[in-house]
């Protein structure tokens, strides 16, 4: 496929501390296709928020990007200026984050702000801009949108404002929108909403999404590949169906089995033993080594490489190191 | 296994210690702030042996001496002498035992007041709290200096009221900031728990809040010990301070403040003093910040 | 099975009045006429989602809330009548998990002295007694022996609720109050949470009344389920009948919000819930709810449907309740 939208390629984001150095992103690869919704699932502490504040170029001290590459629309972003990435930020990348009360100022109007994007990147006059602005809060289904237009953020609710910042973040046609546990922060009724208006909004408007998360409910809904990181590495990577029908990855099994089955009846949870060690105290070799059920010695000596298993399946597994060994 | 506690006990103090000197070694400024206390503190107390003069003794014969290192000083007064020929090494040795005991006792005082109130008006709330609060206002509208003055000047000047003027007067200060704390600290949940335990409101103020503020306080206090310092010397300077022949670092500034253009190391020695104490306090306060805080070092 | 608590007609407004000068007077009703009971041995569930007044029942019942109005009888006692130092003796029997393991924790307190404290605060041990208990309480949840002298900051989060957790059963309260005790914690985390809590409810035989926002976390635990919308119970029955024959319209919405794990079911013809949860300071009338319900009449837009037994032991507030057979798992399965 050609239509690549954004290359990421061995990306390593290292954070520089007084403790010592945090490998949060590390040797990290992907790809999102156009039009394509690309899912990185991880708990706390995997780098798959650092991996997207990375693409946007928004680390900052005692984090350093330390090598890799990351090709968007055939520019590597690394190497671009900081003049640059502004222009590219918000106008050809744009980000949802999980919070919207605090990703919107206080003391500014909707509009505002708003309005503020569509000029900065459309050049357009303050009147056009409003119209703009009051077309795309119609388009995220905010009823009275020249009402909300007009209103300051605390007024709105939860779900309100993640619409706003939906329309903010597409108001100018953005190809890549990074949303990063955008309905995390939402009651579930809200979320569904959400995540539906994300799905529709996209095919209209032929934008990609990377879309970081924890639940796996909403990969399910949403994604069309997905990427599980643990420990700052992806650890499997497949398209949706075939990661959700069989997974290879015995932590994208735990997480599986440990999220609970809201359809059927099943008494006892399975969960993963122990917690996601400290940044300093992952293991040498494989980083899932000391919370796996099938860990060998030489998964505690080194670190299985990732591993094409099938066609758009690749897992990082000692288990998988042979592409004939089959788990089961 | 619960033979084993005695020596775990042990182990936890021994690493409290550690913990600190670890800390210590780690801040420059906080080893520098330390070294400086300790100097002073040790002058204060070995004054009399320190001093090489008694510090009223006075000696018309030698008066305005210089510094040793400037033409007419000599070996015998180090940093020179003032108007009435006091030795101004010795002033400000002896000195530096009122400064210290008026600059850390009214602290204490204030401080004992102000973390009471704070504690309590914040935790109960209603009107106790609305009463110290607007108390607390009240003495903010005046002026502390002017207080400070007319208190002094109502009871007669000394130590011992100096140290009560100044303590009464600072009580407010510390008394809104631990208020302020106790009132974010008692929404978190573990409060709540403690109340849910059943745990009686003054143990919950005691061992949940206070190992809590204590710290913002402590970094308060030592601020609060360096402008006390200035403080006394300004009411001193105002001849409302200590009265000779007491000597404070204050006093020596004042005594000397007419001889600026003519003589000025009179002025300069003790205004050092009263800087370097004020900076060695801050930096220690700065550390102990840190100290204070379990999560700083394991 | 004997009754453990009741609690009758309890409600709570706080004064929500701004402004100096418009002074008229603004109430939130937060809890309103809430009844319900809980058997010994049970565990229920509430649901809702942001203001649905779950929490604040949670704290009322904990007493770290005055009712405004209302009955909570405990064990037989009516817990408001009850003088304030009865009412602390009273209070070892009500235990509480909070949802946020990071403020729960006294941050300059010792795991020793954190599940110590209900411990000294109610019983009298001597040194060596007190630390053997802790360190019981430890194994009980999982706690490494050796992290009796560490300090909270050390933790993860999951550790943390189990500090939490060992503190709640220390002194084997008859009912505790699980307050969100998943919903700030990891995925792979919540599930041994709720795994733990269910395990020390058997051997234990405790009362929970377990608090959260979706029906994934209490659908594990839970014996009955309660769900709330703007302060009021909607639906009240078992975790079986609530899952496959949900009476409620909006009991039908919450379970088919829940994403799920499956992208072959993707949901994309579903009927989800529209609009918005109205502010809760102007509830709309009649049915709380008519505002989003798809199956809403005049009536409902005028009548508050009273909250009654539909069923056998299905309790809904609804004028047109749901038929059987709407819910998310169909009723020939095994559970």
């Known amino acids: ?328 | 296994m619960p033979d084993s506690l005695p020596m775990q006990n042990n182990l936890v103090k021994n690493s409290k210690w550690k913990r600190w000197l670890k800390l210590l070694l780690r801040s420059k400024t906080g080893t520098v702030g330390l070294l400086i206390v300790l100097t002073i503190v040790f002058v204060a107390i070995f004054a009399p042996w320190l001093a090489p003069y008694e510090h009223s003794v006075i000696d018309p014969l030698n008066t305005h001496k210089p510094p040793f290192w400037m033409e007419g000083g000599d070996m015998a007064n180090v940093l020179g002498t003032d108007n009435l020929g006091r030795d101004i090494l010795s002033r400000i040795i002896y000195g530096s035992q009122v400064s210290l005991l008026v600059g850390i006792s009214s602290v204490v005082l204030a401080g004992v007041i102000g973390v009471l109130v704070g504690l309590f008006a914040g935790y109960f709330g209603g009107f106790l709290d609305a009463f110290f609060m607007r108390l607390a206002d009240s003495f903010l509208a005046i002026p502390n200096i002017l207080l400070a003055l007319v208190m002094l000047g109502v009871f007669g000047p000394g130590l011992m009221t100096l140290i009560l003027v100044l303590g009464v007067t600072n009580w407010v200060q510390y008394a809104r900031i631990i208020r302020g704390e106790v009132l974010s600290i008692k929404e978190r949940d573990f409060v709540r728990a403690a109340k849910t335990i059943g745990v009686k409101n003054r143990n919950i103020i005691f061992s949940h809040l206070y190992p809590n503020v204590i710290s913002s306080f402590i970094v308060v206090a030592t601020l609060s010990v360096a402008s006390t310092i200035i403080l006394e010397s300004s009411l001193s300077f105002l001849g409302l301070g200590i009265q000779p022949p007491q000597v404070s670092w204050g006093t020596i500034l004042s005594d000397g403040r007419d001889y600026l253009a003519t003589s000025w190391w009179l002025a300069t020695f003790p205004g050092l003093a009263i800087t370097i104490a004020v900076l060695g306090i801050i930096f220690l306060g700065d550390w102990l910040r840190d100290v204070m805080d379990p999560r700083s070092v394991k | 099975m004997s009754q453990l608590l009741e609690v009758k007609g309890l409600k709570k407004s706080f004064d929500v009045t701004r402004g100096l000068i418009k002074r008229k007077k603004q109430y939130l009703h937060a809890v309103n006429d809430v009844s319900f009971s809980v058997q010994k041995g049970e565990v229920l569930g509430i649901v809702g989602e942001s203001g649905c007044g779950k929490s604040t029942l949670g704290n009322l019942i904990i007493q770290l809330l005055e009712p405004t109005e209302g009955e909570i009888i405990f064990d037989g006692v009516d817990l408001r009548k009850l003088p304030p130092e009865q009412l602390r003796k009273k209070r070892e029997d009500i235990q509480m998990v909070f949802q946020d393991p990071f403020s729960s924790l006294n941050p300059r307190k010792r795991v020793f002295d954190i599940i110590a404290e209900p411990l000294k605060t109610h019983g009298s041990y001597n040194k060596v007694e007190l630390e053997h208990e802790v360190l019981q309480l430890m194994d009980v949840v999982g706690l490494n022996r050796s992290y009796l002298n560490r300090y909270p900051h050390e933790f993860s989060g999951g550790q943390r609720q189990r500090i939490g957790i060992a503190r709640a059963i220390a002194l084997k309260p008859k009912l505790i109050i699980c307050d969100e005790p998943v919903s700030a914690l990891d995925v792979s985390i919540q599930s041994q949470i709720l795994n733990l809590l269910k395990k020390l409810q058997k051997e234990l035989q405790l009362t929970y009344i377990f608090i959260a926002h979706g029906l994934p976390a209490v659908k594990h635990v839970s014996d009955r389920i309660a769900v709330m919308y703007l302060g009021k119970i909607v639906e009240l029955t078992t975790k079986e009948n609530l899952f496959t024959n949900p009476m409620h319209p909006y009991t039908e919405g919450l379970l088919s919000a829940i994403p799920i794990p499956d992208p072959t079911a993707r949901k994309d013809e579903r009927r989800l819930l529209e609009g918005d949860i109205p502010n809760p300071v102007n509830p709309p009338t009649g049915c709380a709810f008519h505002t989003r319900c798809p199956y809403k009449t005049e009536l409902c837009e005028r009548v508050e449907p009273e909250f009654t037994e539909k069923r056998d032991g299905h309790f809904t507030a609804c004028h047109h309740p749901l038929k059987e057979g709407k819910g998310i798992i169909s009723q020939h399965e095994k559970y």
């Not at chain 1, 702000?113 to 809060?137: F, P, T, V």
């Open chain 1, 1 to 328: 496929m050609n239509d690549i939208l954004l290359e990421v390629k061995q990306l390593k984001t290292y954070f520089f501390t007084e403790d010592g150095i945090v490998p949060a992103v590390d040797d990290v690869s992907f790809n999102i296709h156009k039009g394509e919704t690309v899912a990185i699932v991880g708990e706390s502490g995997s780098g798959k928020s650092v991996t997207s504040l990375s693409i946007m170029r928004l680390i900052e001290e005692p984090g350093k990007i330390v090598g890799g590459e990351i090709n968007f629309e055939g520019i590597n972003l690394n190497k671009v200026p900081r003049m640059k990435m502004r222009e590219i930020r918000g106008n050809r990348i744009a980000m949802v984050f999980q919070e919207p009360l605090t990703s919107l100022n206080p003391v500014f109007t909707v509009g505002n702000q708003l309005a503020e994007s569509i000029k900065l990147h459309q050049k357009k006059s303050k009147k056009e801009a409003r119209e703009i602005g009051i077309e795309m809060l119609r388009k995220v289904g905010i009823a009275r949108p020249d009402k909300v237009y007009d209103q300051y953020p605390h007024a709105l609710s939860g779900g309100m404002r993640q619409r706003v910042m939906i329309a903010m973040a597409l108001s100018c046609s953005p190809k890549l929108l990074i949303a990063d546990e955008p309905t995390t922060a939402l009651d579930v009724t809200i979320q569904a909403q959400i995540l539906r208006l994300m799905r529709d909004l996209i095919k209209e408007l032929d934008t990609s999404i990377l879309l970081i998360t924890h639940d796996l409910g909403v990969v399910a809904e949403m994604a069309d590949t997905v990427v599980v990181m643990y420990g700052g590495q992806v650890v499997e990577k497949a398209d949706v169906f075939t990661l959700f029908k069989e997974p290879k990855h015995p932590y994208t099994k735990g997480l599986m089995d440990s999220s609970p089955k809201i359809h059927e009846w099943n008494e006892e949870l399975v969960s993963i033993p122990g917690t996601v060690p400290s940044p300093f105290e992952f293991p040498i070799g494989c980083k899932f080594a000391d919370r796996c059920p099938h860990v060998m010695n030489k998964c505690k000596e080194e670190i299985p490489s990732l591993i094409e298993i099938r066609k758009g399946q690749e897992v990082r597994c000692w288990l998988h190191s042979e592409k004939v060994v089959d788990l089961e």
